[in-house]
């Protein structure tokens, strides 16, 4: 990614301008042990010597302040993978059909992705539970109609839905710990947030012993963070996610920011969850669906600090980062990434990045 002093304009041309070549081999295949060893960019103007410095994740109590507020996405990646069959009629059918269950909505009717879709016919079976397919949304996901509540049998018929690019030679069971942040709680995601993959609990208590304020928020992220822009910026749609904001992380975080405190989001998920919560003065508690597309040009509001994966060009995520911490800045940070071998993606390195509205908070 070349870097450019001028200003870069214009909205649908921001793919070829964010634009990069990733080498064979840097998509991170597993994550660092132990977690925190992973490396850190840190990337900013105002609070740290020069403007990239290269760390380790567990150097994060360092790099932050007593008094700072980290808010956390505590959604849980459910095994939402499912292996399906055809009921067996007059001797016929029977075959197999992959689902992946995206998200519950409204009771016992699920939207899901099935492969190969046309080949699924009315009913499936998934082990012993039937479901019906009642209907075809619009970017092709099915809905499934279950007879009973689906969701207590997943952790036994169900695998967990790991990103298309990670080549799965583990077991399931492993990567029920490893594609999942220690700090998982609320059941929902079919992937998981994970620029939280870094944390171990002894970094948390650690950045708690110092001083560091700890909130949650709930994003259940949907199958549809893998999907690429591939049209203009401009006429892309975002797939819908459940969030919620408790009343008690809702006042932590007004309460940072009129204190002056910093706050930092950990994940993408976690600026599109308080973004869609801002009201123009504050955060407010509650929950819903948000569609929300932050793109460069969009102002984020919330956090002062973004801690956040390094991501693939043509990604929603990418855009959501340049409008963070400015084009310029990303491109710089990309381009010392790709020179250092930083790792890329859900289970690669963290960068950790200030907000380009006058170096954030304090």
């Known amino acids: 990614m070349k870097s450019s002093p001028e200003p870069l304009t214009g909205a649908d041309d921001v793919l070829t ?35 990239v410095q290269h760390h380790h994740f567990y150097d994060l109590p360092s790099l932050l302040r007593p008094g700072d507020l980290l808010v956390f996405n505590e959604s849980r990646v459910i095994p939402a993978r499912v292996l399906a069959r055809k009921p067996v009629i007059a001797g016929q059918g029977g075959g197999q059909i992959e689902v992946l269950l995206l998200r519950e909505e409204e009771a016992n009717v699920w939207s899901a992705y099935l492969k190969p879709a046309k080949r699924a016919g009315h009913e499936l079976y998934l082990a012993e539970h039937r479901a019906e397919i009642v209907g075809v949304l619009d970017d092709g996901a099915r809905l499934l109609r279950f007879e009973h509540d689906i969701k207590p049998h997943l952790g036994d018929i169900g695998r967990l839905p790991l990103p298309p690019y ?27 947030p994970t620029a939280g993959l870094h944390f171990t609990p002894e970094l948390l208590h650690k950045l708690g012993g110092m001083g ?24 892309h749609v975002m797939h819908a996610e459940r969030y919620s904001v408790s009343p008690q992380t809702a006042e932590a975080i007004n309460r940072a920011r009129r204190e ?54 043509g990604s929603t995520l990418l855009l959501l980062v340049a409008a963070f911490a400015g084009e310029h800045t990303v491109r710089s940070a990309y381009a010392a990434a790709l020179a250092q071998n930083y790792r890329f993606y859900s289970l690669g390195d963290a960068m950790l990045l200030e907000n380009q509205r006058a170096g954030g908070q304090g």
């Open 17 to 51: 301008r964010l634009n990069f070549e990733l080498p064979p081999g840097r998509i991170a295949q597993t994550g660092a042990e132990p977690r925190d060893h992973s490396r850190l960019m840190v990337v900013g103007k105002h609070n740290w010597h020069g403007p």
């Open 166 to 192: 990670i080549e799965a030679g583990d077991s399931d069971e492993v990567w029920r710990e490893r594609y999942q942040t220690v700090y998982a709680r609320t059941p929902g995601s079919v992937a998981a």
């Open 212 to 235: 560091v304020e700890q909130a949650s928020v709930t994003l259940h992220v949907g199958a549809g963070t893998f999907k690429p822009i591939t049209g203009p910026v401009s006429e």
């Open 260 to 313: 002056g405190r910093r706050v930092v989001a950990v994940g993408t998920t976690t600026i599109r969850t308080l973004e869609s919560a801002w009201d123009g003065q504050q955060v407010g508690a509650g929950e819903g669906d948000t569609r929300i597309f932050i793109t460069p040009g969009t102002p984020v509001n919330v956090p002062d600090l973004l801690i956040t994966n390094l991501h693939l060009p």
